[in-house]
């Protein structure tokens, strides 16, 4: 097997008076869950690679594409860098219907052969029926499944996750978990998956950058699970 | 026609106008300023908050005198806006309107403020993630989010200009046919033996037109917060 260069990699530095993170690591093709405790620094990573935060020193490339080298002072902005983010309470846009959020991207990135189609999309979301709603009508699963599609639909190079689960019960969060491994295997699309939660780590996860205190602790793959 | 002389109609049609002129043209300014106070940081930030909301608290005689002596004949702006776009202010309805859309505007900055500091931020960085630029952020989700407040400032701005008195009367003086609105006619016909009857029914007139406004703003916001369900 040909050693293939990394979809995505991360170097970055960040000092702040109440936290500092200093991280180094590569991703995988499929999931790579960060995963730490609160505090650890898991979401400004996603954030850094967002673009929504910049990292004080740093190297962030995804799919080849430099996103950010603080040294040769490139830094693309958010809307620019074709990243999809799922937050931990959907964010969708309560003044637009399902079907207008969900193709909000579209907008703005150009139509491309390889971008999932839309109807595909909703089909393994189960979202076909909702595109009239109005987000508000929307149940907690609902909700993510809608901004899970959002997000694919907008052609990402990558696709991060900020604790996607964490607000709904047990049922929901099978449901929604059995869509993400669908998502995570029919699109090849690299993610990065942020989680405090063992068990959505054992389940979805082809590699783990466990996190401590803003540093990397330990880069596993999926098969040394019972490790973390 | 219903019983209103030609004086009255033309007070009635000359208060709309001006109102109407005075809002849809605080409106952007309103818009620019709320948004740069509830967003950005910049230097003599305190200072321009507090001189932009001075109307509010001084005297509008003192507002009046103000413009008098800046957008008069002689003052520096009034000269400059003379000269480049031939528009004068002192004694004419256009100095009404700047005067009632000086006097409405706090009322209109701090309804659309309130509003755009109301909307979660996240929403825009969700935009932003998705593909869209600044500018298009501001169109397709703050400006959206923010209608309600922006209905309930015009409103206000609109009910504001209507009831003005102090400071148009002191920068435009209250000429029938070109200056006199509701308000200041009401005035006139108080100081006039048996314009008692005068007075009263444009005195109906204004608080028939202020109601219809709160009840279309009422209205209005219903039907945007349905829309977009902003508290659910």
């Known amino acids: 097997m040909t050693n293939m260069p990394p979809p995505f990699s991360v170097r970055a530095r960040l000092k702040r008076s109440h936290f500092s993170i200093d991280v180094t690591f590569d991703g995988s093709p499929g999931l790579t869950a960060l995963f730490g405790h609160s505090g650890s620094g898991k979401t400004t990573i996603l954030n850094m690679i967002a673009g929504t935060q910049r990292p004080d020193s740093g190297l962030i490339t995804v799919d080849g594409r430099t996103l950010t080298d603080t040294e040769a002072g490139i830094f693309v902005p958010p809307h620019r860098r074709r990243v999809g983010f799922v937050f931990q309470d959907a964010q969708l846009f309560p003044h637009l219907t399902v079907g207008q959020n969900i193709r909000f991207g579209r907008w703005f990135t150009p139509a ?51 604790e996607p689960l964490s607000g709904l019960d ?26 405090h939660t063992r068990d959505e780590v054992r389940r979805l996860a082809n590699r783990i950058v466990r996190l401590k205190d803003g540093h990397v602790e330990a880069t596993t793959s999926a098969y040394d699970l019972p490790d973390i | 026609m219903l019983g209103f002389s030609a004086d009255e109609w033309t007070a009635i049609l000359l208060s709309l106008r001006v109102a109407s002129v005075a809002t849809v043209v605080a409106l952007p300014f309103a818009i620019f300023a709320a948004y740069a106070l509830a967003r950005w940081k ?80 996240r929403l825009e960085t969700a935009a932003g993630t998705l593909g869209a630029s600044p500018a298009w952020r501001f169109l397709l ?39 006199q609105m509701i308000s200041t006619a009401i005035y006139s016909y108080t100081e006039i033996p048996g314009g008692e009857e005068k007075a009263l029914r444009l005195a109906i007139v204004s608080i028939v037109i202020c109601m219809l406004a709160l009840v279309a703003s009422e209205i209005l916001n219903r039907r945007i917060q349905r829309r977009i369900a902003i508290f659910e």
């Open chain 2, 141 to 179: 989700v703050t400006l959206p989010l923010a209608l309600p407040g922006i209905v309930v400032g015009v409103i206000m701005c609109f009910a504001k200009a209507l009831g003005e008195f102090g400071a148009t009367i002191t920068f435009v003086s209250n000429i029938p046919g070109e200056t």
């Open chain 1, 112 to 162: 491309e052969d390889t971008a999932p189609r839309e109807d595909l999309v909703t089909g393994v979301l189960g979202i076909d029926g909702l595109l009239r709603r109005r987000p508000a009508t929307l149940s907690g699963g609902e909700k993510q499944r809608v901004a899970l599609a959002r997000a694919l639909l907008s052609s990402p190079r990558i696709l991060l996750m900020d």
């Open chain 2, 42 to 121: 910049f230097p003599g930030k305190v200072l321009i908050d507090g001189i932009l909301h001075l109307p509010l608290v001084m005297p509008p005689v003192v507002t009046g005198y103000m413009l008098l002596l800046t957008f008069g004949k002689q003052g520096a702006a009034g000269k400059f806006f003379y000269d480049y776009f031939g528009l004068s202010f002192s004694f004419r309805w256009t100095g009404a309107a700047l005067a009632c859309g000086v006097m409405g505007f706090p009322l209109m900055l701090r309804a659309v403020r309130l509003s755009f500091e109301a909307i979660d931020r």
């Open chain 1, 170 to 195: 047990d049922a929901r969060r099978n449901e929604i978990m059995t869509l993400i491994e669908r998502v995570r295997d029919d699109f090849a699309i690299p993610i990065v998956y942020v989680t």
